[in-house]
């Protein structure tokens, strides 16, 4: 959880290659080769006992002999020699190491065991380790080519971090003919340590990377995979290939919920909600890069589509319609305005057809007029190549537009144009006009379409990335006491699953509406319960053998309460022919409920094994697997999180309510999710819930059946949330000795602006003395970092006047602290800043109190930090708060404080 040492990787001073070799078509040699000719600025220091030199460089027989401690060691020697090798290298001083050799974790338990005889080697001296098991990794800017790859990568501004060294390769063949190039190429290999985690921290604060592209197979940690990625995804575009559907993530389907969320399928729910986009193909992977990464920003779903031939305009509407768009519908002062500018034979509608003869001029009028239309959200211009018509003087208007709405700046509607240029000997110089504009541009209609919906996609990601759920409800009251017994009884008596009575009784304490239900022993006290519920009836067989009761005839409907006695035990002959061995406890029965009209829904959750708690959403009824209409989201949830997830379904269409049918209660539904995503927090033992089906309509929900199953609960299933909460239990106020009252309460990713503005009421010097450099505003890339954190990892407190807050707890932040902690969670580092209007109020003081009060709460044991010698203020609270200075050995500028807790 840290990217302590990785510049050793990356940006190294001095490398060894230990395995080298002069022996033809061996990994030793192709690494040397590509280490001494890919320009690295720095000593390439060759190891092998029985060569004199390597690639015409002298050789060294072992670590030991060598000249210059190297800050990466890169390893290519049989495995038995690696935890050896990492501990000679770890005390000698150097701090990274690529492990290229095979034969380790995928080799079984000793192959495992040797992995984790390296990371124990290498644990003592922080050294970090990539693989092994790898290709090793790349970087074009620092002239390191620290692989066996075959072909020398271009410098770029694209970093790709991938699993398979394979994927790497065909990667990068596939690019340079294309002339793309990257800034860093990683191979991770086995990731017995530095992982996609570790990965995204870095490159998220790396200036130089553009882009991130990932290709995964599997993801290891789970949490911190999610903190990583959705840091670096506010920061910059995070572009996915996931692999195949990962062994570890199958389960039994025990019930609907676990039969419907596959585990590629939770990827993609942890994909989305960490505000990445997820593609398919190499094509698409760089094509999206090269969308998302020219900074253009989409509001929504609607294109508008202008053209010189009506036959692209309808392959463009196509797929734009079949990949899930709208096409925008013209206002009508629009269509008055192209009339003017337009032949009469226009196609008066979008696509916007302005005929073959198409010039310049007609282009820029048309196109002006489409960016000012509120109905569209993007224009796709298209050009075909006709020989009345220049297609690059078209080009040029397009241009020429892009660059006057640069000129005038933000306060003009930017909303994205990308284009197509059909053909090759008009359409080249039209993409090279493009290509110097950074204005997005297309092969065929199909790929710019299909950039679109990317847009479209990321864009709703990064809107997701912002939600941070609270860890504590504040729509709706609970009942804990009532929730945990019947839970508590069941595992009590060793059952998994909770009978239907209880689970609705747990439902019931989170304040989901059910349907009237009870219990009987016999057929005789079946019927009596069906006559005091009055009414017509259903009948279920009670069994903690059986979760599909309907499939082994043990659901009868709409009974009379006088057929109540005769069908319980027809039933239980059915239950003992078709399942003898299933134990029959009793029956549930429960009034019919009468909601003509209502829909069908199944609200569940499971417990995954690598993401946690996963919510379900979608079409119910008996058939919901065959119908697979659903949508999964990771919890926690919010009402907003919750209408996203019930917007991805098509079920969602028809609860919207059509012809004469009222929509549905939809803020219901929402609201039923969210009870569900906090009752699974709040009760780590449920492993899995179902409620099929739920019924949905415009007087609100009711839930019809409902099982719950449920296992001991660990300390680490009490931390299975792959999003950590927003923990609501640290808000609080104080009051400074003026009497002014605060709001203390954790950051949130919404606050980014209310940093800018606490940095714009802070002085230039009080930012140095904070951030040791001078410093007038903060880049877009370090306000998301201090805002969008992982409260696992971290920790920031702001302070809020009390009068200035509004109805979303958000108002201008005077003061923010906060710590990060070290990965074993022993030693954290603080930082506080104060606005420079607050100083000497007390503030400064409060806000380190706070904070050290929540780590000491957390259980880390010293909170150290790095104070200018200049900064007399901080030195002085400092000491007033018990903490013991010392100076810096690297800088005599800089004083290191710590203190016990």
């Given amino acids: 959880m840290t990217i302590r040492n990785l510049d050793r990787l990356f940006k190294p001073r001095s490398v060894a290659l230990i395995g080298a070799s002069r022996r033809d078509r061996s990994v030793g040699k192709v690494i040397a080769r590509n280490l001494f000719n890919a320009g690295f600025d720095g000593p390439v220091m060759p190891v092998n006992p029985r060569e004199s030199s390597i690639e015409g460089v002298l050789a060294y027989k072992s670590v030991a002999d060598l000249p210059v401690v190297p800050d990466l060691a890169v390893i290519a020697t049989p495995p038995a020699t690696v935890p050896g090798l990492i501990a000679e290298l770890g005390a000698r001083g150097t701090k990274a190491a690529v492990v290229i050799t095979a034969g380790f974790g995928e080799m079984g338990e000793e192959g495992r065991k040797l992995q984790q005889a390296v990371l124990d080697a290498a644990q003592p001296h922080l050294l970090r380790v990539i693989g092994p098991n790898c290709l090793g990794i790349m970087v074009p800017g620092q002239g390191l080519n620290a692989s066996f790859c075959h072909v020398p990568p271009l410098k770029g501004d694209i970093a790709l971090v991938a699993q398979s060294g394979a994927i790497v390769t065909s990667i990068v063949d596939w690019a340079t003919p294309r002339g793309i190039g990257f800034s860093h190429l990683v191979s991770l290999g086995s990731m017995s340590d530095v992982d996609f985690g570790d990965m995204l921290d870095y490159l998220a604060q790396d200036a130089g990377v553009r882009a991130i592209l990932l290709y995964v197979e599997a993801i290891t940690n789970a949490r911190k995979f999610m903190s990583a990625a959705r840091t670096a995804a506010r920061a910059k575009p995070v572009i996915v290939i996931k692999a195949g559907q990962s062994e570890e993530g199958s389960r039994a389907a025990a019930s609907h919920t676990g039969a419907l969320a596959g585990a590629d399928a939770v990827y993609d729910a942890a994909f989305r909600r960490a505000g990445m986009l997820r593609v398919g193909e190499l094509d698409e992977l760089f094509s999206a890069t090269g969308t998302l990464a020219t900074g253009v920003q989409i509001k929504g779903d609607r294109l508008a589509i202008l053209t010189n031939g009506g036959g692209v305009g309808v392959l463009a509407t196509d797929a734009l319609i079949a990949g899930g768009g709208r096409l925008a519908q013209l206002a009508p002062e629009t269509i008055e305005q192209l009339n003017k500018v337009l032949p009469p034979t226009w196609s008066h509608g979008n696509p916007v057809d302005i005929i073959g003869d198409a010039d310049g001029k007609r282009y820029a009028d048309a196109l002006n007029i489409l960016l000012t239309d509120r109905n569209c959200d993007a224009v796709l211009v298209l050009n075909c190549p006709t020989a009345v018509a220049d297609g690059r003087d078209a080009a040029q208007a397009v241009v020429d537009i892009v660059h006057a709405r640069n000129q005038r700046g933000g306060g003009d509607r930017k909303i994205p144009i990308l284009t197509n240029w059909l053909g ?324 949130r990713p919404e606050d980014e602006t209310a940093i800018h503005d606490q940095v714009s009421h802070t002085s230039v010097e009080d930012l140095r003395l904070r951030f040791f450099a001078p410093l007038r505003r903060l880049s877009h890339q370090m306000a998301a970092r201090l805002t969008q954190i992982d409260y696992d990892r971290e920790m920031a407190l702001v302070a809020i006047p009390t009068g200035q807050i509004d109805g979303d707890g958000k108002g201008p932040i005077f003061g923010v602290v906060r710590i990060t902690a070290d990965p074993n969670n022993e030693r954290a580092e603080y930082a506080v800043l104060v606005r420079s209007d607050m100083k000497g109020k007390g503030l400064g003081s409060l806000l380190m109190r706070e904070i050290l009060a929540y780590a000491r709460d957390r259980g880390i044991s010293e909170v150290f930090g790095e104070v200018l010698r200049e900064n007399v203020s901080m030195l002085s609270l400092c000491r007033e708060l018990g903490f013991h200075a010392h100076d810096n050995p690297d800088d005599h500028g800089i004083v290191d404080v710590s203190v016990k807790l």
Wanted: glycine share 6%; proline share 6%.
């Fill in 424 to 747: 090759e000997q008009q359409a080249a110089p039209a993409r090279r006009l493009f290509e110097a504009a950074r204005i997005p541009h297309y092969h065929t209609p199909g790929q710019a379409v299909g950039a679109f919906l990317h847009l479209v996609r990321y864009q709703r990601n990064q809107e997701l990335l912002m939600e941070m759920p609270a860890s504590a409800p504040d729509q709706f009251d609970v009942d804990m006491a009532a929730a945990r017994a019947p839970i508590d009884a069941a595992l009590a008596e060793g059952r998994p699953w909770l009978s239907e009575y209880e689970a609705k009784e747990v439902l019931r304490a989170y304040g989901i509406p059910c349907v009237q239900t009870v219990t009987a022993s016999s057929p005789a006290e079946a019927e009596r319960a069906a006559k005091r519920l009055g009414g017509r009836i259903a009948l279920k067989i009670l069994s903690p053998d059986i979760t599909h009761k309907s499939d082994m005839g043990g659901v009868a409907l709409n009974l009379a309460p006088s057929q109540v006695w005769a069908e319980a035990e027809a039933m239980i002959e059915r239950i003992r022919t078709a399942m003898p061995e299933a134990r029959i406890e009793g029956f549930t029965v429960q009034e019919m409920a009468h909601r003509p009209g209502a829909h069908e829904l199944i609200v569940g959750m499971v417990d995954d094994s690598l993401f946690g708690p996963v919510i379900l959403f979608g079409a119910g009824g008996t058939s919901v697997e065959v119908v697979g209409d659903k949508a999964l989201s990771l919890a926690p949830l919010n009402l907003n999180l919750a209408h996203e997830a019930m917007a991805r379904t098509r079920v969602y269409k028809l609860l919207k309510g059509y012809r004469n049918r009222p929509a549905a209660d939809l803020d219901a539904i929402a609201l039923a999710l969210t009870k569900i995503s906090q009752l699974v927090i709040d009760f780590p033992e449920i492993a899995e819930l179902d409620i099929n089906p739920l019924f949905a309509d415009e007087t609100g929900i009711l839930a019809l059946d409902a099982r719950i199953r449920v296992v001991p609960a660990t300390e680490q299933a009490k931390k299975r949330l792959a999003i950590r909460a927003y923990p609501k239990r640290l808000e609080h106020r104080v009051t400074l000795r003026d009497g002014q009252e605060f709001l203390i309460r954790p950051i």
